[in-house]
C-alpha cells in the first residue's frame, strides 16, 4: 500500500475508550523498548508519529493511526510494551485487562505484528501471546528489530534459531530495522496481503461495533 496520509486518531487508556472498527486493523505487540513505535513510524514514513523514547515503558495506552492508501484505509494500534521490570503491579494489571480486552474481542483485528530484537531469545510472553493469536486465528508476523545492531552474518543465524522457535513460516519472519528501513517493504507486502479483505464485507463488524 502506497501510504498518502497518517495521522494520529486517539489513544485509550480502557476498553471502554477503545474507537467503532471502520477499517482492518494491524496492531503492535511486544516486549517495552523493542521499537514498536518506531518500526510503526517506519512503515508511514513519519518519524514523530508515534512518540517513542529511550525510556522503556513510554507507550502506556493503546494508541489508533489511521494510514490511508489510494484505494483504501487501514489502522495502526500501538500497544503498550510488556516485561518492563520496573512497572509496578497495578499497572501491570491495567496493561493485562487492556491487551486482552483489545486480543480478545476485536473482530477488526486482521494481522499482529509480534516484535521481537533479533539478540534475544523468544520468552514466556512472547510464547502466550502467540498462543492466544494462534486460538484467535489472528495471522502473526514475527518482526525481529534491531537488525542493524548485527552483522549480515550473525543476522541469518538468529533468524534462523527465531523462525523455528516461533514455529512460523519464514514469509512471516521479517527482519527489520527501524534505523535502516530494512524490511519495511517485507513487512507492507505480509501487511497488504492479510489485510486485502475489506472490513465492510465481514460479518464480525457489528460484533465489533458494540460498545
Ligand atoms: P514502549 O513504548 O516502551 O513499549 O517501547 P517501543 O517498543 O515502542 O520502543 P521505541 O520505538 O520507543 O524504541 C525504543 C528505543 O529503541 C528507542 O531509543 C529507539 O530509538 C530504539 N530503536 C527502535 N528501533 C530501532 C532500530 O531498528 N535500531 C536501533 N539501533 N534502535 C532502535
Ligand atoms: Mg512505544
Known amino acids: 500500500m502506497r501510504v498518502m496520509r497518517a495521522e494520529f486518531m486517539l489513544s485509550a487508556a480502557e476498553p471502554r475508550g477503545f474507537p467503532i472498527a471502520e ?77 486482552e480486552a483489545y486480543l480478545g474481542g476485536r473482530e477488526a483485528l486482521r494481522v499482529a505484528v509480534l516484535l521481537q530484537d533479533l539478540r534475544r531469545d523468544l520468552g514466556e510472553d512472547e510464547a502466550l501471546l502467540m498462543r492466544w493469536l494462534r486460538a484467535r486465528e489472528v495471522p502473526t508476523v514475527l518482526a525481529l528489530t534491531k537488525a542493524d545492531k548485527w552483522k549480515p552474518m550473525q543476522r541469518a543465524k538468529r533468524v534462523k534459531a527465531l523462525s523455528d522457535a516461533a514455529e512460523l513460516p519464514a514469509s512471516r519472519v521479517v527482519v527489520t530495522s527501524a534505523t535502516s528501513g530494512l524490511g519495511v517493504a517485507e513487512l507492507w507486502a505480509a501487511i497488504d496481503e492479510l489485510t486485502a479483505e475489506a472490513l465492510s464485507c465481514d460479518p464480525g463488524v457489528a460484533a465489533s461495533r458494540r460498545p
Open 23 to 99: 477499517a482492518p486493523e494491524v496492531a503492535f505487540l511486544g516486549r517495552s523498548n523493542v521499537g514498536k513505535s518506531s518500526l510503526l513510524n517506519k512503515l508511514v514514513n513519519r518519524r514523530k508519529l508515534a512518540r517513542t523514547s529511550a525510556t522503556p515503558g513510554k507507550t502506556r495506552l493503546l494508541s489508533w493511526f489511521r494510514v490511508v492508501g489510494e484505494e483504501r484505509e487501514i489502522h495502526f494500534v500501538d500497544l503498550p510494551g510488556y516485561g518492563y521490570a520496573k512497572v509496578a503491579k497495578s499497572e501491570r494489571r491495567q496493561w493485562k485487562g487492556l491487551v
